[in-house]
């Protein structure tokens, strides 16, 4: 890593839905928007080696800029680490330009993105030199300094995009699960906000056995509904014993924006990631409009913001914007 | 039902292995071979919607003949009471006799082959009022009897043959899964008997949430690998954290007859059922065979007797022998 070909390298990583109800902390999937961006550049102010934020925008102020306290900071020396320890030091200073283009705390996995973006961007400079399955770990690595858990769910599709298991942590190993044609994602945003930690902390530190084999049913069940194109299997496994009991009260209106969607013909609904925004998966873009309006429409009347999105669930992951 | 085309009915259901590693109660698998033959007969001395165990032969006399008391007595009186709530009660008194062709407690779903023959060859009897997924629920009442717990993870497969995940049991819901053309399973059986409700009774009645998090993502995981052909991803995701640990030492060198599959090429291995015959997954018919032959030589090793199968993971279901 003597010459670099490019200095600046601009790229973007979705929102993601982690969980998908039956799959706490194995399932996530990429949306198409939004996302946000990073831009990583070669900064002689820099040592080598190390890396800064040089500016976060979009998040009001909110987001710390000390490099080991911001997930794309955390995810990008990470990298940086690793390239270290494989004895390939970067001799050269990185400067980090965030951004966000979602809401913090959303449940959109907007950490996951932030990292996602500046380790692809960070990568792409470099090089390549590593595969996006190991971009991955180093993301999850951001997450950990957002919430305190190094969970993959939101990273892993936030890189690879489209559906994604993540099969096992130590090591990583994700697996790309096809989706039918037709699957389409309802989505709404209530102008709310929910502590990833916080939501962790809700949740019981052990579950009785039974709830473990349902839930292993239903996440089996809704792998081979996505590759049978198994509409009904789909519906019928979005079950969520794990975190939806402890969260539902996290959300405002959950269980009328959940009713919602299933009356307006949604296959299963649930809460993305830890909340607030909760997703429908739905069989066609116009029952996605549908769901979308009505879970809208559900939150309003509670007297609350609130934006809402239809989505394709094989969106891309994510990418390089510009590169000079 | 008032005339039958049909006065007895010979039937076969296959052994099965339950849980594969990764899926406690949710999978399980139909093998070639041995398996349970069970003749139901119309019996003008049996009052009419009631059953009885004629006979018993092949279990040396140690299975209960009371019929409510008998698992396969009990899944066919299940049926039977299933016609009568659908105001269709059978007209006819039956008789049962059941043949055992493989042992007791060896962990290759016993009692569940000897109910899925009997409800299999009852249901044909009657003119098959009940479709092959509702036959499982009165097999595993069955089960019920046998071990106090109305899993379906033997009685699925022995029914329906193949590979099946049972998705959620209220209300029980069974899902095919493929099996790639190569995958193959060597089986062996230590001439030892685990009590199915024993092994029960050592597992843990919760789990960290951890250890529930690993579990849906193996299953996920298995299912994915499944469908994807990709024997890699399904030897990674033989992983049991549920039973094994607590049922290893339950069965005779259970450590040294898996190192032995392992050694010897298995994509992993695990216990079946609740033991202590011992299953490993394999890529080809070769392989399938040394690993067999290994495993086989680790528990005589020990000194102990010990069957050895290798067998198709895509066998066929209960079936008819013979129809008078």
Same mark, same amino acid.
């Given at each position: 890593?003597?010459?670099?070909?490019?200095?600046?390298?601009?790229?973007?990583?979705?929102?993601?839905?982690?969980?998908?109800?039956?799959?706490?902390?194995?399932?996530?999937?990429?949306?198409?928007?939004?996302?946000?961006?990073?831009?990583?550049?070669?900064?002689?102010?820099?040592?080598?080696?190390?890396?800064?934020?040089?500016?976060?925008?979009?998040?009001?102020?909110?987001?710390?800029?000390?490099?080991?306290?911001?997930?794309?900071?955390?995810?990008?020396?990470? !990298?940086?680490?690793?390239?270290?320890?494989?004895?390939?030091?970067?001799?050269?200073?990185?400067?980090?330009?965030?951004?966000?283009?979602?809401?913090?705390?959303?449940?959109?996995?907007?950490?996951?993105?932030?990292?996602?973006?500046?380790?692809?961007?960070?990568?792409?400079?470099?090089?390549?030199?590593?595969?996006?399955?190991?971009?991955?770990?180093?993301?999850?690595?951001?997450?950990?300094?957002?919430?305190?858990?190094?969970?993959?769910?939101?990273?892993?599709?936030?890189? !690879?995009?489209?559906?994604?298991?993540?099969?096992? /942590?130590?090591?990583?190993?994700?697996?790309?699960?096809?989706?039918?044609?037709?699957?389409?994602?309802?989505?709404?945003?209530?102008?709310?906000?929910?502590?990833?930690?916080?939501?962790?902390?809700?949740?019981?530190?052990? /579950?009785?056995?039974?709830?473990?084999?349902?839930?292993?049913?239903?996440?089996?069940?809704?792998?081979?509904?996505?590759?049978?194109?198994?509409?009904?299997?789909?519906?019928?496994?979005?079950?969520? !014993?794990?975190?939806?009991?402890?969260?539902?009260? !996290?959300?405002?209106?959950?269980?009328?924006?959940?009713?919602?969607?299933?009356?307006?013909?949604?296959?299963?609904?649930?809460?993305?990631?830890?909340?607030?925004?909760?997703?429908?998966?739905?069989?066609?873009?116009?029952?996605?409009?549908?769901?979308?309006?009505?879970?809208?429409?559900?939150?309003?009347?509670?007297?609350?913001?609130?934006?809402?999105?239809?989505?394709?669930?094989?969106?891309?992951?994510?990418?390089?914007?510009?590169?000079?």
């Amino acid at each position: 890593m003597d010459e670099l070909q490019l200095s600046r390298v601009r790229a973007f990583a979705p929102a993601t839905v982690a969980n998908v109800a039956c799959g706490f902390d194995i399932f996530g999937f990429a949306v198409d928007s939004p996302g946000d961006e990073a831009t990583v550049y070669v900064d002689a102010s820099v040592p080598a080696g190390e890396a800064r934020i040089a500016s976060v925008k979009g998040d009001g102020g909110r987001l710390p800029v000390e490099v080991s306290r911001n997930t794309a900071g955390v995810a990008v020396l990470a !990298l940086l680490e690793a390239l270290k320890a494989a004895d390939r030091p970067c001799r050269f200073g990185l400067s980090i330009e965030l951004e966000k283009g979602m809401p913090l705390g959303s449940g959109l996995g907007s950490s996951a993105a932030s990292a996602a973006a500046a380790v692809f961007a960070a990568n792409r400079l470099l090089g390549e030199p590593f595969a996006e399955e190991r971009l991955v770990a180093f993301a999850a690595e951001g997450e950990r300094a957002a919430c305190g858990s190094a969970h993959a769910d939101n990273a892993g599709p936030a890189l !690879l995009g489209g559906f994604v298991l993540v099969r096992a /942590y130590e090591p990583l190993d994700l697996v790309r699960i096809p989706v039918p044609t037709e699957l389409w994602c309802a989505l709404v945003h209530p102008h709310a906000e929910v502590s990833t930690k916080e939501a962790r902390d809700a949740l019981p530190a052990q /579950y009785p056995r039974a709830t473990l084999v349902a839930q292993s049913g239903n996440s089996a069940g809704l792998v081979a509904g996505l590759f049978a194109s198994d509409y009904g299997l789909i519906g019928r496994s979005l079950v969520d !014993l794990v975190a939806e009991p402890w969260r539902a009260r !996290l959300i405002p209106r959950y269980a009328q924006v959940k009713e919602a969607a299933l009356v307006s013909g949604a296959l299963g609904a649930g809460i993305s990631g830890s909340g607030p925004s909760v997703f429908a998966l739905v069989r066609g873009r116009d029952t996605a409009e549908r769901c979308t309006q009505a879970m809208k429409a559900a939150v309003e009347s509670g007297g609350l913001g609130c934006d809402a999105r239809v989505s394709r669930i094989m969106g891309t992951g994510a990418r390089v914007l510009t590169e000079e």
